[in-house]
């Protein structure tokens, strides 16, 4: 009875010892999964850690690289602008230089000291009156609709016009060089040496070296001027002190850019110009037929 209790009691006091021991294990066990856990959760709150960071970062590098864009883009925009503005100052000197450059002499058609002016400029208009029945004669007194000129008067224009140019305008030619046959019907409609020279003298159209001109615009349209082509009044003359504002301004412009390149004025017609050079050329007897035929047979 006693070694039974005896066994009983170390057999309990085993089951305490292995209770207290499973509970230590448990407890061990417990603690330990804890620490693992822990250290684990450690571990990703430490990957995380940076991504967390890193998109902070990135979100203040995209709003950077966004406003560094934007002045990419304005630097862009304005080179292109600038660009563009480049191309339009290389066309316009261009359209200079194109107006500078005179045909060589080798490739210009010069027959008696006569060109086309059209060969000199092609951008100076020409409206021939006498080519056509819209004149005073109401007769077509030229075969042709033939701008010529000596060569050193065609020159002289050809600077006005580079010149006019530069403010928005043309030139437009009414008459320029004139045979003598046609200033002879011309003065038996008027035999008036204030507007028609007389033939026996003869006229500075005759000389190759006179011009009847006007201004347009840039859409081609004519500039007011104080009167029309070959209007036989009294306000043709420059003198006449009843103008327009607009009117004389227009002249006195043409005037300025006229003289300013070799041309002198008359005061009973504003629209005539003769060469200043004029007194070194004498009449000519060049038919429109000849030159024509000349012209196209120089090849």
Same mark, same amino acid.
């Not at 207290?20 to 061990?28: D, L, Y």
């Not at 004669?137 to 580079?162: D, H, P």
């Not at 070194?280 to 012209?295: A, G, Q, R």
């Given at each position: 009875?006693?070694?039974?209790?005896?066994?009983?009691?170390?057999?309990?006091?085993?089951?305490?010892?292995?209770?207290?021991?499973?509970?230590?294990?448990?407890?061990?066990? #417990? =603690?330990? *999964?804890?620490? $693992? *856990?822990?250290?684990?959760?450690?571990?990703? #709150?430490? !990957?995380?850690?940076?991504?967390?960071?890193?998109?902070?970062?990135?979100?203040?590098? /995209?709003?950077? $690289?966004?406003?560094?864009?934007?002045?990419?883009?304005?630097? #862009?925009?304005?080179?292109?602008?600038?660009?563009?503005?480049?191309?339009?100052?290389?066309?316009?000197?261009? &359209?200079?230089?194109?107006?500078?450059?005179?045909?060589?002499?080798?490739?210009?058609?010069?027959?008696?000291?006569? @060109?086309?002016?059209?060969? $000199?400029?092609?951008? =100076?208009?020409?409206?021939? +009156?006498?080519?056509?029945?819209?004149?005073?004669?109401?007769?077509?007194?030229?075969?042709?609709?033939? +701008? *010529?000129?000596?060569?050193?008067? /065609?020159?002289?224009?050809?600077?006005?016009? /580079?010149? @006019?140019?530069?403010?928005?305008?043309?030139?437009? =030619?009414?008459?320029?060089?004139?045979?003598?046959? @046609?200033?002879?019907?011309?003065?038996? @409609?008027?035999?008036?040496?204030?507007?028609?020279?007389?033939? /026996?003298?003869?006229?500075?159209?005759?000389?190759?070296?006179?011009?009847?001109?006007?201004?347009?615009?840039?859409?081609?349209?004519?500039? $007011?001027?104080?009167?029309?082509?070959? !209007?036989?009044?009294?306000?043709?003359?420059?003198?006449?002190?009843?103008?327009?504002? &607009?009117?004389?301004?227009?002249?006195?412009?043409?005037?300025?850019?006229?003289?300013?390149?070799?041309?002198?004025?008359?005061?009973?017609?504003?629209?005539?110009?003769?060469?200043?050079?004029?007194?070194?050329?004498?009449?000519? &007897?060049?038919?429109? &037929?000849?030159?024509?035929?000349?012209?196209?047979?120089?090849?």
């Amino acid at each position: 009875m006693h070694k039974r209790e005896s066994h009983r009691g170390e057999t309990q006091k085993a089951s305490i010892y292995t209770a207290g021991n499973n509970s230590k294990r448990n407890k061990f066990f #417990i =603690i330990t *999964l804890v620490v $693992i *856990l822990v250290v684990v959760w450690g571990g990703v #709150i430490y !990957d995380l850690g940076p991504n967390f960071s890193t998109s902070g970062n990135d979100s203040s590098k /995209a709003v950077q $690289i966004a406003k560094e864009n934007e002045k990419m883009r304005e630097k #862009i925009d304005n080179l292109q602008t600038r660009n563009r503005e480049l191309k339009d100052e290389i066309t316009a000197l261009e &359209e200079k230089l194109k107006d500078a450059n005179l045909p060589d002499e080798d490739e210009l058609f010069v027959f008696n000291d006569l @060109v086309k002016v059209r060969d $000199i400029d092609p951008t =100076i208009l020409v409206d021939l +009156c006498y080519a056509t029945k819209n004149n005073f004669t109401e007769q077509k007194l030229y075969s042709f609709e033939l +701008c *010529l000129l000596r060569k050193s008067t /065609a020159e002289k224009l050809a600077a006005v016009q /580079a010149e @006019v140019k530069e403010d928005g305008y043309r030139l437009k =030619i009414w008459d320029a060089y004139r045979p003598l046959g @046609v200033q002879e019907k011309l003065w038996e @409609v008027v035999s008036d040496p204030i507007y028609v020279a007389d033939p /026996a003298v003869g006229s500075n159209h005759n000389r190759g070296a006179a011009v009847d001109v006007t201004l347009v615009d840039e859409k081609g349209e004519e500039l $007011i001027m104080p009167t029309g082509f070959d !209007d036989f009044s009294e306000r043709a003359s420059r003198n006449y002190s009843d103008l327009p504002q &607009e009117a004389e301004k227009n002249m006195n412009y043409l005037t300025e850019s006229m003289v300013s390149n070799g041309f002198t004025p008359i005061q009973s017609e504003w629209w005539h110009f003769n060469d200043a050079d004029i007194q070194d050329y004498d009449l000519l &007897e060049v038919s429109f &037929e000849e030159f024509v035929e000349k012209y196209f047979t120089k090849n």
